[in-house]
C-alpha cells in the first residue's frame, strides 16, 4: 500500500525557518521524482520544489529559490522542505507527491492530483 505522509506544519513568523516531512512507504523510490507543492486558499496548487530520487537534482519555483532546500532520505524513505525566510505569502496547505513519469520542471508543471501519489497535506500559516 502507498502512503506518503506529511508534518511539520506550523503557524509561524514571518522570517523565521521551518521544516516540513514527509514519509514515504509502498513505492521502489529510486524510479521516482519526489516533490512538495502548496495551495493556498482560492489559489490553484502550486508545484513548489522536487527532487529526483536516485540521482538528487533539485528544482525550485521561482518563488522559493534561495530560501527553500529540498533534500531526501534514501534509508528512511524521507523527504523534506526546509523552509526558510518564511513570508505571509508561504501560508498554504502544503502537498508531498511522487510520480514516475514527470521529471524536474515538468513535475512541478504539469502534476495534477489526478496522476502519481499525493499525502494528505500539512498546513503552514506565517503571520506578518
Known amino acids: 500500500q502507498v502512503q506518503l505522509k506529511e508534518s511539520g506544519g506550523d503557524l509561524m513568523q514571518a522570517g523565521k525557518s521551518l521544516r516540513l516531512s514527509c514519509t514515504i512507504s509502498?513505492?521502489?523510490?529510486?524510479?521516482?521524482?519526489v516533490g512538495w507543492f502548496r495551495q493556498a486558499p482560492g489559489k490553484l496548487r502550486e508545484g513548489v520544489s522536487c527532487i529526483s530520487w536516485s540521482g538528487g537534482n533539485t528544482y525550485y519555483t521561482n518563488s522559493v529559490k534561495g530560501r527553500f532546500t529540498i533534500s531526501r532520505d534514501n534509508v528512511e524513505n524521507t523527504l523534506y522542505l526546509q523552509m526558510s525566510s518564511l513570508r505571509p505569502e508561504d501560508t498554504a496547505m502544503y502537498y508531498c507527491a511522487a510520480d514516475r513519469e514527470y521529471k524536474g520542471y515538468e513535475f512541478l508543471q504539469l502534476l495534477d492530483q489526478y496522476s502519481g501519489f499525493w499525502g494528505q497535506g500539512t498546513q503552514v500559516t506565517v503571520s506578518s
Open positions: 509502498g513505492l521502489k523510490l529510486d524510479d521516482y521524482t
